[in-house]
């Protein structure tokens, strides 16, 4: 069948929010995905936030474009969690017509990040867009048990919903029965990428440095690594959109964002569908 795919913002990083939104659709992804907040203290993001022209200039390459902004990028809970503090992110996204925010959970505290989350959703309920909490293994929500548990103590509010990457599935500790068992209502989309199951040295043994460097600097094109990404999308909901997460550097840099993002988005497709 034919999925929704959205070009997500690590796929094609060097491009700001208007060249994103237009490269995404000269290559037929129908959403896009944009990082206006960084995810570390001076991390690489788009600038928009403020920025009334550039707003503008989005505004009008999604029009020219028919594409849609699908998530953004994001917020991240942790022990000293202020919702407020997300206002101007929640307002942009209410402006560009977004369906979610990327949420990571950063306090080892699980009943105060449930409490903490419960407040984002009530304060995100008019801006139109679910919080999708990602599950990372190297973050205090380390596997998809873990952001179901934080999604149940919330309450499960109407735009609760839970992010499913296909890097960290394959490493954390979560199964394709847990991703399985998960509600259909909290899964709004899920990312795509392949990786080699060992390090730079051949070791299986990955340190969190190794998964951090491989999830933001080095993905590989899907059907390329040793994630198992028929069997983990067949456990998912066949409709469930696409985001194309595949950053490489090297590899990015060497072509550009648009042939990059038209190759992920190829290789994508010819394991999906099917």
Request: glycine share 6%; hydrophobic share 45%.
């Amino acid at each position: 069948m034919s999925r929704i795919y959205s070009q997500a913002y690590l796929t094609a990083e060097a491009s700001t929010a208007p060249e994103a939104i237009a490269q995404a659709g000269q290559l037929g992804y129908q959403f896009v995905g944009l990082r206006l907040l960084p995810n570390a203290p001076g991390g690489p993001h788009q600038r928009l936030l403020g920025d009334k022209a550039v707003l503008r200039e989005c505004q009008a390459r999604l029009a020219d474009s028919g594409v849609g902004v699908f998530d953004l990028e994001i917020i991240r809970i942790g022990p000293a969690f202020d919702p407020t503090d997300y206002l101007p992110l929640l307002e942009a996204g209410a402006a560009l017509q977004a369906r979610a925010v990327l949420v990571a959970g950063d306090d080892p505290d699980l009943n105060r990040l449930s409490d903490h989350y419960a407040q984002l959703c009530a304060l995100m309920q008019p801006y139109g867009m679910t919080a999708d909490l990602e599950f990372m293994p190297w973050t205090a929500v380390r596997h998809a048990r873990e952001a179901l548990q934080v999604v149940t103590a919330a309450g499960r509010p109407s735009n609760a919903g839970i992010l499913v990457d296909a890097l960290h599935v394959a490493r954390s500790d979560t199964s394709l029965a847990d991703i399985a068992a998960l509600p259909r209502a909290l899964l709004h989309y899920a990312q795509m990428c392949d990786a080699p199951s060992t390090n730079a040295q051949g070791s299986s043994d990955l340190s969190v440095d190794d998964m951090i460097h491989t999830a933001r600097c080095e993905r590989w094109l899907p059907g390329e690594g040793a994630i198992d990404l028929r069997a983990l999308f067949q456990a998912l909901p066949p409709d469930l959109p696409i985001s194309v997460e595949v950053p490489h550097h090297v590899r990015a840099r060497a072509v550009g964002d648009l042939a990059w993002s038209g190759q992920a988005l190829a290789a994508s497709r010819a394991l999906l569908d099917l």
